[in-house]
C-alpha cells in the first residue's frame, strides 16, 4: 500500500511525520532549536511547500501551513512551516510544538483542509494540546477539523 | 463671518415660516375663507369652554333681538341654523 | 512624469478640521431634542385627531402619514446625534503583543497591509494613489508595510487592448494580486488579498483613495482596544466643485462683452457665489457628524475606503459564517430521509462549496459586514469613526454617475432591510438596531418626500386643503414644532451647513424610489464600479421626473393667480402657504437640474 501511495504521490518524499524544527519559543520561553542538528532525512526531506500532485503550486498558500500564521511569529523562515505526511489518504500534520492558534490560523487549517479534500485526500491534526481544541470546539469547528 | 455660515440655511428657514405664517393669517384677515372656519367633525373633537361661552353668548343676543323685534321669524330661523351648524366664533 | 489629470488643480487643497465637542452644545442639544419630541407629538396629535379634512381624506391622510414617517426620521436621527465618544488617541502600534494575546508566544513587531482595490480605472490615477501609500510614514522601521494592487480586472498584459497594471506595480514596486474571477465584487477581491497576504492590519482604498502620511500613524493606535474590529476615516472629496462668482457667469452666458456692463454685473451680483460642490459630493456631514456621533453608541459602520481593519476580528466573522452556514444545511439534511453514504458525500460537497467569506458578498459588503460584526455577541466588536480626514479621494464628476453611486448605495442598504433586517438581528443592542435601521429608513424617505412634493400641485388643481382646524391651530402646533425642529437639527449640525445635503436629499427622490422598486421586484443588486474620470453626460433622463413636477407647479401657481385676478379663488391664505412651500421644493429640486447641465466656467479657478 505504502508503494501504491508513493506511487500516486511521487513527489513525496516522506515515510513518517515531519515534525518541524519550528521557530517558536516554548511555553517556559526555551532557546529555539538549532535546525542544523536535525538528522540527514529530515534536511533532505525538509520542504517549503507540499507538493501532493505534479500541478501544485509551490507558492501555493492553500497547501502548507506557516507556523508563523498560527502564533504569530518573528519572523519569516523555511522551517516555520508544517509539513504533513499522507498515509492511506490521509494527511497528518503534528501540532506538537504548536502551542496557540488565532484565526487567522484557523481559516489557514479550514482552507488546507477543503483544498486536499478536492484532492481526495481527509486531513487529520495530531498532538494538538487542550487550548488549540478548546478554541476549535468553541468555534464549532471540531466537525471540520479532525484534531486528536 | 465665513465660520457661521452654516447658520445661514436654518435661519433662512426660520424667518421663510414666520413671513409665511403672518402672511397667511393677514390675507384671512382682509379675504376670509373657509380654512379655519369649517368644525372638524371628529368623534373626539370636544367643545372647549371658551367656545361654549361664545356660542352661548352668540344665542342670547340672538334671542334677545327676536324678542325686541330687531328680526323677524325667518331671518331668527336662518341665523339660529348658522350658529347652530358653524363653530363658535 | 506622473500622467496629469482634471484633479492635479485641486492638490493644494487640504481637508477641514473635525468639529471640537463640546459638552454644553451637546446637553443643549439633549434639551432641544427633547421639546422637539414633545412638540412634534403633540403637533402629529392634534393633526391625526382634529385636522383631517374629512371631504377630501384622499389628500388629507396621505400627507399625515407622509408627516409621521418623516417625525420618525427624525427621531431617529435624535436618538443618532444624542451625544459625543470619540475615544482616546493613542501611539501607533509597534509589536503583535499590543494588540492581540499572543498567549506567551514570541512578540514581534506588527505587519500592515494595504491594499488598493482596482477593476477598471486609469492605471496612472491608481499610480497616484500607490504614490501616497508609499509615503505613509512610521516610527517603527521594523514594522513591516506592505502595498498590494488588487486588480480584479485582471491587466496583467495579457490583453494588449487594455492598460497594463501589473506594470505599474512593478514600476511602483509594490504587489500586485489577481484572481481569475470577479466573484463577490469587491468583498470577493478582498477574500483573496487576504488569503494571500498576512498583515494583522490591513487598510482598505480604493483606486483613487490617496492616503496622507499620517494615516498609520494616527489610526493603529485604536487597536489596542482589543475589541476594536476597524476604524473609519472620513473620506474627504478633494475635487468638488468651487464656488463660482454669480457675476462671471452672467457675464459668460449673456456673452457680455461691454465693460461697463460687466463692470456692473460684477458690482451687483459679485459677491454671490454659487454652485459650490453641486453635486452634492461633500459627506463632511456624514462622517463629521452623523458616523462620529455613532461612536456613542457603536454603530459607526465601515463604508470601504479609508478604513483600517483588524484581520482577527474578520478572520473570525468569516469562520462564524462558515459554520453557521454548514450547521443550517446539516440541520435541514437531517430532516429529509437519506442513507448515511449519501449524507456523507453532501456533507463533503457542502464543506467544498462553502467559502471563508471575511467580507460578506454583496454590493453593500461594508455596512452588512459591519452590522454582523457587531452583532457578534461573544466579542461583542467595537468599530470607531475617526475625527480628523487621513485620506482624500475623488468624487463623481457628473449626474449620470453621482446617481449610479448613489443608487447602488440605495439598492444594497434596502437589500440588507429585506434580507437581514437590523431591527431583528440578535446580538445588536437596541441603541445600534436604531443606528443601523435609521441607515435603512432613510433610503425609504422618497416615499414621503413625493407626498411633500405633490400635495402643493394637488392644493392648486384641486383647491381642496389637506388640513381644517379650529381658527389657525395649524400654526400653533406647527410652526413651534418646525422652528424647533430647525433650532434642534443645527446645534447638533453645529459648524457645518445642511443646505446642499437637504436638497439633495430631496432631489435624489426619483432614483431612490427606482431602487425601492428594484428592491421588491426582487432584481439582483449589482456592483457598479463608480466611474473616477470626468464626464459631462447631459443625464436627462434622471432629471425628467424634478423637471415635470417644476412644470406642474408652476402651472398650478400661475392657474391659481389667473383665478385670484378673476376673484373665483376660495382660499388665498392657502395659495400663499402652498406657494411658499412650492418655492421650497422647486428650490431642492433645480440642484439637481443645474448640476446635470453644470460644466465648469472658462474663469480660472479661484485659489482658497
Known sequence: MINTLLANFAPLRLTAILILNINITTMENKPIPDTKNKSS???????????????????????????????????????????????????????????????????????????????????????????????????????????? | MKKYSFLFKPLFYILSLAFATWLVIKIEEVRPSDFGQTETKTPNSRITKEELLNRKKNLRTLFREFKEGKIDSTQFDNKLTFLLEAPAN | ????????????????????????????????????????????????????????????????????????????????????????????????????????????????????????????????????????????????????????????????????????????????????????????????????????????LDADTRVFPEFLINTTGYFRKRKVAWVQTPQWFYDTTAPEKLSSIINSKLLISNKKISRLVDFIFGKVEINEDIFGNEPRLFYDVILRKRNFHNAAFCCGAGSIHRREAVMNHAIKSFVQQIKIFESNLSKSKIDINELHNLKKAL???????????????????????????????????????????????????????????????????????????????LRQKICYFSTIWSYFAPLWILIFLLCPIAFFFSLSLPVKAYSFDFFKYFLPFQIMNTITIAIGCWGISTRRGDQYYISSFWFMLMAIYSVIRGKKVKFNVTPKDKGFAKSTQHILPHIIIIALSITGILYNVYLILWGHHPVISGFAANTFWCLFNITALSIMIRAAYWKPTEVKEQLI
Not at chain 3, 31 to 36: E, N, P
Not at chain 3, 396 to 409: M, N
Open chain 3, 1 to 204: 512624469m506622473l500622467k496629469q489629470f482634471y484633479f492635479n488643480q485641486f492638490e493644494y487643497r487640504r481637508p477641514y478640521k473635525a468639529i471640537s465637542e463640546n459638552k454644553y452644545r451637546t446637553l443643549l442639544f439633549q434639551f432641544l431634542s427633547i421639546l422637539t419630541i414633545a412638540l412634534g407629538i403633540a403637533y402629529l396629535n392634534w393633526r391625526w385627531r382634529y385636522s383631517l379634512n374629512l371631504d377630501a381624506l384622499w389628500f388629507s391622510v396621505p400627507l399625515v402619514v407622509a408627516e409621521t414617517l418623516s417625525f420618525i426620521s427624525t427621531v431617529m436621527i435624535i436618538i443618532n446625534f444624542w451625544s459625543n465618544s470619540d475615544p482616546e488617541k493613542t501611539p501607533p502600534i509597534h509589536y503583535l503583543s499590543e494588540i492581540e494575546d499572543i498567549q506567551n508566544g514570541k512578540d514581534r513587531p506588527i505587519r500592515i497591509d494595504i491594499f488598493i482595490a482596482s477593476y477598471n480605472e486609469d492605471v496612472e490615477l491608481v499610480r497616484y494613489s500607490i504614490i501616497d501609500a508609499k509615503k505613509a510614514i512610521y516610527p517603527y522601521d521594523d514594522v513591516h508595510i506592505q502595498i498590494h494592487v488588487l486588480d480584479d480586472g485582471r491587466r496583467d498584459g495579457r490583453d494588449p487592448l487594455k492598460e497594463n497594471m501589473k506594470k505599474v506595480a512593478e514600476e511602483e514596486n509594490v504587489n500586485y494580486l489577481i484572481r481569475e474571477h470577479n466573484q463577490g465584487y469587491k468583498a470577493g477581491n478582498l477574500k483573496n488579498a487576504l488569503e494571500n497576504t498576512n498583515g494583522d492590519l490591513f487598510v482598505i
Open chain 3, 351 to 429: 464543506l467544498l462549496e462553502q467559502e471563508l467569506i471575511p467580507f460578506k458578498f454583496h454590493a453593500s459588503e461594508d455596512i452588512y459586514t459591519s452590522m454582523m460584526l457587531h452583532a457578534d455577541k461573544e466579542n461583542r466588536w467595537e468599530s470607531i469613526q475617526h475625527s480628523e480626514v487621513e485620506c482624500k479621494m475623488l468624487s463623481t464628476q457628473d449626474v449620470d454617475s453621482w446617481i449610479k453611486q448613489h443608487q447602488r448605495y440605495a439598492e444594497g442598504s434596502l437589500d440588507i432591510a429585506f434580507k437581514d433586517n437590523p431591527l431583528l438581528i440578535k446580538g445588536l443592542s
Open chain 1, 41 to 148: 532525512n529530515e534536511s533532505d526531506v525538509y520542504l517549503k511547500n507540499l507538493r501532493l500532485t505534479e500541478t501544485l503550486n509551490v507558492n501555493d498558500s492553500k497547501s502548507k501551513i506557516r507556523a508563523n500564521e498560527l502564533f504569530q511569529m518573528s519572523n519569516d523562515h523555511p522551517a516555520d512551516e508544517l509539513a504533513g505526511v499522507c498515509i492511506e489518504d490521509v494527511h497528518y500534520y503534528d501540532f506538537k510544538n504548536v502551542q496557540s492558534i488565532n484565526n487567522t490560523g484557523l481559516a489557514s487549517l479550514i482552507d488546507l483542509t477543503k483544498y486536499l479534500l478536492q484532492k481526495g485526500l481527509k486531513v487529520q491534526f495530531v498532538n494538538v494540546n487542550e487550548k488549540i481544541k478548546e478554541k476549535i470546539t468553541a468555534l464549532e469547528l471540531d466537525k471540520v477539523l479532525q484534531c486528536s
